[in-house]
């Protein structure tokens, strides 16, 4: 992190108050000029990931059972992370489907009846998605994209205005990898733009740069809070996950745990690895971790040993998580693996208790 550029982010600093404090969600109206933008802190969400919309290939309605069971155990937020295709027609990605819209509508109303915070974000926007297959046009480099993609966040910003902070916020764009941050920041600061300009109290979150691992500084003018992951070292969180190459020749994990570069990984190592994070949380920014868990394939002992040092970190700097997913392979809900006791729940679904007592306690 350069220091001359965080001492300009100090002066943000003393402001951070005007938004309500570490725990409080800024509700104020957020300017549409960086130069009036005032920092927005971020309450110490925590919860999960809901993926029915986070692939066209598997699009279903959210499921009410899912918030009733996270508010029952205590927790407060949902992320949703959406594939634009589930709510436009094939072909046509300027052609909003009402019935697709009205289910992101219902997952917003179920995190009113249950008191959860829910929060959109775009996995797959117009020109951008961290999964295959890539996009026709690319978001960071064509026009035609960054209108497309403006015009979606600003049609959910005109549908939604008038929802509290408090219930409800945007995530531009999930995990942006290999981009540039002046692209980044110039696309950022576009579709910041375009909510804005259909409500200008919505709050807004971007994930960092390089899939989310780092702080974007460029963007701390705008008012905006920033998303960071928790799934350093991938050694544990994607053992043998299909999608990683290579993954399936990694030795099986332990923690503490050396990388394949020779760093060791304790949780001092995961102290160091988040600074960036908390130094920009102290600059007024507000930091929450979007995403965060391991796939099922590593061996639950471990997960659960990791965890406990990165929340410890994590709780350490009042920054909330967010699990992926609730039900699913990286879940506490039907995660399927080989060594964990699982607790029977109605409609034959099966509860890592373990898990969930250690996500409760932090």
């Excluded at 027609?89 to 008191?115: H, M, Q, S």
């Excluded at 966040?153 to 540039?180: M, V």
């Amino acid at each position: 992190m350069n220091r001359r550029r965080f001492l300009k982010l100090g002066v943000a600093a003393a402001g951070a108050a005007l938004s309500g404090g570490a725990g409080m969600v800024s509700c104020g109206r957020q300017a549409k000029s960086p130069q009036e933008a005032k920092p927005v802190a971020l309450p110490r969400w925590r919860g999960f990931n809901l993926t029915e919309k986070f692939t066209v290939d598997r699009n279903r309605r959210f499921v009410e059972r899912d918030f009733e069971w996270i508010a029952k155990w205590g927790f407060d937020f949902v992320r949703l992370p959406m594939d634009y295709r589930c709510y436009t027609d094939p072909g046509d990605w300027t052609a909003f489907r009402e019935d697709g819209l009205r289910e992101i509508d219902e997952a917003v109303e179920f995190g009113k009846r249950y008191n959860i915070h829910v929060n959109l974000n775009l996995h797959r926007a117009p020109g951008y998605c961290v999964n295959p297959p890539p996009e026709p046009k690319d978001l960071f480099k064509d026009e035609e994209a960054l209108r497309v993609c403006a015009r979606h966040w600003k049609n959910f910003a005109a549908r939604c205005k008038g929802i509290p902070n408090q219930r409800l916020s945007f995530n531009l764009l999930n995990e942006p990898g290999r981009t540039s941050e002046e692209d980044y920041a110039r696309v950022a600061r576009h579709l910041v733009a375009a909510i804005r300009e259909a409500d200008p109290d919505r709050l807004i979150i971007a994930d960092g740069l390089r899939w989310a691992r780092n702080p974007v500084l460029s963007l701390t003018d705008l008012g905006i809070g920033q998303s960071a992951r928790g799934y350093d070292p991938m050694q544990i969180s994607h053992y043998r996950a299909g999608w990683i190459r290579g993954s399936d020749e990694w030795r099986e994990p332990t923690w503490p745990i050396t990388d394949p570069q020779g760093r060791r990984w304790d949780k001092d190592a995961l102290r160091e690895h988040y600074r960036p994070w908390v130094e920009l949380k102290r600059a007024g920014v507000g930091v929450h971790v979007g995403e965060m868990g391991a796939f099922n394939q590593t061996p639950h002992a471990v997960v659960l040993a990791w965890m406990k040092d990165l929340f410890s970190v994590l709780r350490e700097n009042e920054i909330g998580w967010a699990l992926w997913n609730f039900r699913g392979s990286f879940g506490i809900v039907d995660s399927e693996r080989s060594d964990v006791e699982y607790e029977n729940l109605p409609g034959g679904h099966k509860l890592d208790r373990p898990m969930l007592e250690l996500l409760r306690a932090n």
